[in-house]
């Protein structure tokens, strides 16, 4: 069983920066990275990053979110600047084995909130 632990989350301001961890409990997955889901909303992807470095971004957090990981730790990270009051979301951890893979892994979720 995988299981994907987040960290970070929490409430900033307007402008502030948070960053988020998510640690795998096994190595070798391929793709991980940060969805997130507002009330009332789909859930979205937010950014992606194979275990290369090859990166993908939704385009409303281009320029302000940086998305990484550490392989030797099987940890991604997502660290977030310049937060907007629309950031504000559950953001979910999630990885696979390659990038053609139909199913992920989760995470529990962590509450990202921007106070305007």
């Known amino acids: 069983q995988v299981q994907l632990v987040e960290s970070g989350g929490g409430l900033v301001q307007a402008g502030g920066s948070l960053r988020l961890s998510c640690a795998a409990s096994?190595?070798?997955?391929?793709?991980m990275g940060w969805y997130r889901q507002a009330p009332g909303k789909q859930r979205e992807l937010v950014a992606d990053?194979?275990?290369?470095?090859?990166?993908n971004y939704a385009d409303s957090v281009k320029g302000r979110f940086t998305i990484s990981r550490d392989n030797a730790k099987n940890t991604v990270y997502l660290q977030m600047n310049s937060l907007k009051s629309e950031d504000t979301a559950v953001y979910y951890c999630?990885?696979?084995?390659?990038?053609?893979?139909?199913?992920?892994?989760w995470g529990q979720g962590t509450q990202v909130t921007v106070s305007s």
């Open positions: 999630a990885a696979k084995w390659t990038y053609s893979s139909k199913s992920s892994y």
């Open positions: 096994i190595s070798r997955l391929n793709v």
């Open positions: 990053i194979r275990s290369g470095g090859i990166t």
